[in-house]
């Protein structure tokens, strides 16, 4: 379990320190990942290590990155079910694992060049996304990382609007499951592509707490399985949530 401030202590870092990641954090990661790729079917995170070629292309957009050199790229088998949402969930994990490490972390959807990706690719298999790690260049921190930030972060919005009422209003919900309140925030410190935020959360009539996507965001499986990992670490079982049922389609690795 972990505390709102825990989960709060994670913000996407954009501008990272030349300094490479010292071994014994590469060993606690590789371990991590290995973990996750032995356990879940269809994962296959792998940790690329001082190259930057799949950024090169990429300077003047959205992902405009300093020394974007070390990162996870969430290879999938997208032969097996629910893996959008399953590569979310564990990259979050994996997330959190380097906050922990002293890391800063930015997930980036599709500003990278797949194919300069140095990874393992076989039949099946889809770089979904990458996870930048490093750390953040504290003293130089970027205009452009600034600018980025503020955009996406216009107005933090409140955490009442993330409840849906499916005949159970927010107030009564709020009586009959506490954490209901914690969990809504937990939602807030979950990164999202481009800041969308599209996960809800309801109240079932067993008073679980169900996180889903709307009819206009079915598209964002990714973002679910991020909220889920958070959701979970902030509220435990008292959250509702079918790992293995999913509606999910293939997005191209777009701009995300
Ligand atoms: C699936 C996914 C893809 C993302 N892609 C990019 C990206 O291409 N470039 C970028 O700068 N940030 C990217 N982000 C980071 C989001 O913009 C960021 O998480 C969001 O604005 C919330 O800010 P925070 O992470 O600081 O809380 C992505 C996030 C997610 C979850």
Not at 36 to 50: R, S, Y
Not at 55 to 64: E, H, I, L, M, V
Not at 125 to 141: N, P, R, T
Not at 188 to 199: D, H, I, M
Request: aromatic residues 8%; charged residues 25%; glycine residues 6%.
């Amino acid at each position: 379990m972990m505390t709102l401030e825990q989960l709060g202590q994670r913000h996407s870092v954009r501008s990272f320190s030349p300094e490479p990641l010292p071994d014994s954090i590469l060993r606690s990661l590789k371990a991590e990942i290995t973990d996750i790729n032995t356990h879940e079917a269809g994962m296959h995170f792998q940790l690329v290590v001082n190259d930057d070629s799949a950024f090169r292309g990429f300077r003047k957009s959205y992902g405009f990155f300093s020394n974007p050199r070390n990162y996870i790229a969430a290879v999938v088998d997208k032969s097996y079910p629910c893996t959008l949402r399953k590569a979310g969930y564990f990259a979050e994990q994996l997330v959190m694992k380097s906050v922990e490490l002293g890391l800063g972390t930015c997930f980036v959807g599709g500003t990278f060049d797949a194919a300069s990706v140095p990874v393992q690719i076989r039949a099946d298999w889809k770089i979904l996304f990458v996870v930048l790690l490093g750390y953040a260049e504290k003293d130089k921190k970027r205009a452009m990382d600034r600018i980025i930030t503020k955009i996406i972060h216009r107005k933090e919005p409140d955490w009442k609007a993330f409840y849906v009422d499916k005949g159970i209003s927010l107030d009564e919900a709020l009586i009959k499951q506490p954490a209901l309140e914690t969990a809504l925030k937990a939602l807030l410190t979950a990164p999202s592509a481009l800041n969308k935020r599209p996960v809800r959360l309801t109240l079932d009539s067993d008073n679980k707490i169900v996180a889903f996507l709307p009819e206009s965001a079915k598209d964002r499986e990714i973002d679910l399985g991020i909220a889920i990992w958070n959701l979970e670490a902030a509220v435990g079982d008292v959250l509702r949530f079918p790992h293995d049922e999913c509606e999910e389609t293939y997005q191209p690795a777009e701009h995300q």
